[in-house]
């Protein structure tokens, strides 16, 4: 280790610090909160100092750091490898490092690309018996992270010459720092396949590559890598990961028959999931606007026991609201009483609206009195809705009800459903009830719109007498509303 950057200025030339590595790229102790005092000095000492003095400038400060003080300087330092190599020769002087010291110092190396020092200091890990799997572990993901995966594997190769076992936990080391790389779950499952026969995988192994292959939408192979798992190590409510990764990835491709294939195999074999998986299944599909595909998903999830949350039932109910699966949404009304989910206001409403949008006349009319009795009445938006509905199908009497209903209990601004009402009165030829209803609302200061009053002008003027009660209306709306 002591021959590692002995020129800070002229870093090994097979090993460059990548161009996509800036400063300050990773924390420091400017922005890392909590800093003890120690460490703050000997950080600032480094990053102010050239790394040709950095050691002098060590040696004169009298700092004396603890083996924890050496652990936090080097996690603020990655963004000064060659200056915290100084550093960490010269407390190594000082006190013999720690095994965690030397991984993070193997680490901060890896990360800014530096490997051949990185090597150094896995070979004096060994000679100072500190190495172990975690030092390798950062090698993987030091080499993933920077694009160089055959050295990756080959650094899994050599390891048990350094006395480090080629386990399972390594095998899972290396081929989760390989999934996690954009599209290198092939690459992984390469290897996956070159060292099964060596070292047997786990639950975990097919896990990992369920996730990469989740993440690339792959499947296919996700199909072939989960039978393979089953065949393999069995079933197993530890390997919830793997299996909900797996089904996630038929989720996504659209693949939905195929998925609640495998959920009743999983419920059979004491693996079904649980409520995550739904909720991010279901998420998918009702953003999609996939009533078609999301009503079986849920099904499948209501045959299993589970129950869902308020805020699953109504993302569906707006979903079966929205492609006028009304008799649907009236079941998951009526099922989440009885699992003891009381619907909202955002129930009631979305169901409400996709009745008068349908203009389902009886069923809003019902399903209004029953909003009005549980004391989640319809939004102001709703209740115009309504009542314009209920007047194009012939039904004033509710639309009436809405009215009073509103002005009752005093919903404002009653503007728009105001209008709505004068216009519906107005084509069922009302007129007196119209006059009425309109010098109301102007004692009430509700503004009436000139769209509506022309409305209004053409229904009176069709009347014989009705032209004199239209002027007289008109001459108080002017001098309301236009003086």
Request: proline share 5%; aromatic share 10%; with cysteine.
């Amino acid at each position: 280790m002591d021959k590692v950057c002995e020129n800070p200025n002229n870093p090994p030339k097979t090993n460059p610090i990548p161009k996509t590595n800036k400063p300050n790229e990773f924390p420091s102790h400017l922005t890392t909160p909590n800093v003890s005092p120690t460490a703050r000095v000997l950080c600032d000492l480094l990053t102010r100092t050239s790394p040709l003095e950095i050691e002098t400038a060590l040696q004169s400060s009298n700092v004396r750091p603890s083996p924890d003080c050496v652990i936090e300087v080097i996690r603020l330092s990655y963004n000064y490898p060659h200056s915290a190599v100084k550093f960490f020769r010269w407390a190594g002087r000082l006190s013999r490092h720690s095994a965690y010291s030397w991984n993070l110092m193997v680490d901060l190396l890896g990360k800014n690309q530096l490997f051949e020092p990185m090597w150094d200091a896995v070979r004096s890990m060994k000679q100072e018996c500190v190495l172990s799997l975690p030092t390798f572990v950062s090698v993987f993901e030091s080499y993933c992270s920077a694009g160089r995966f055959s050295e990756a594997i080959m650094s899994f190769d050599v390891m048990d010459r350094y006395g480090i076992k080629q386990d399972v936990v390594a095998v899972n080391s290396l081929i989760s720092a390989m999934c996690r790389e954009e599209n290198q779950t092939c690459a992984a499952f390469d290897f996956f396949e070159r060292i099964k026969g060596k070292v047997a995988p786990d639950g975990d192994t097919f896990a990992i590559l369920l996730e990469g292959w989740e993440k690339e939408g792959n499947a296919a192979k996700a199909k072939s890598t989960f039978g393979e798992m089953v065949v393999r190590v069995g079933w197993s409510q530890t390997n919830s990961s793997g299996y909900d990764a797996f089904l996630m990835t038929l989720v996504r491709a659209l693949q939905i028959d195929e998925a609640v294939k495998f959920l009743k195999v999983m419920k059979d074999h004491n693996c079904f999931p649980g409520l995550k998986f739904f909720t991010n299944a279901l998420d998918i599909l009702i953003k999609r606007n996939d009533v078609v595909n999301a009503i079986p998903m849920w099904d499948v999830m209501a045959g299993s026991g589970l129950v869902p949350n308020l805020i699953m039932y109504n993302a569906m109910i707006g979903l079966l609201c929205n492609n006028a699966e009304i008799d649907y949404a009236f079941r998951l009304l009526d099922e989440m009483v009885l699992q003891g989910t009381f619907p909202d206001s955002l129930t009631y409403n979305m169901i409400f609206e996709c009745l008068v949008r349908n203009k389902k006349v009886r069923e809003t009319e019902r399903f209004f009195v029953e909003m009005i009795k549980n004391e989640l009445p319809p939004t102001l938006a709703n209740c115009t809705a309504a009542i314009k509905m209920l007047f194009d199908c012939d039904d004033p009497e509710t639309a009436h009800e809405v009215w009073t209903y509103m002005v009752e209990n005093h919903v404002k601004p009653l503007d728009e459903s105001a209008n709505a009402l004068l216009v519906g009165l107005s084509k069922l030829g009302r007129l007196s009830e119209t006059r009425r209803t309109a010098e109301d609302m102007m004692d009430r200061r509700i503004e009436i719109y000139e769209s509506t009053m022309e409305k209004l002008k053409y229904a009176f003027h069709k009347s014989r007498s009705g032209r004199h009660k239209y002027d007289s209306l008109s001459r108080r709306w002017k001098a309301q509303f236009k003086s």
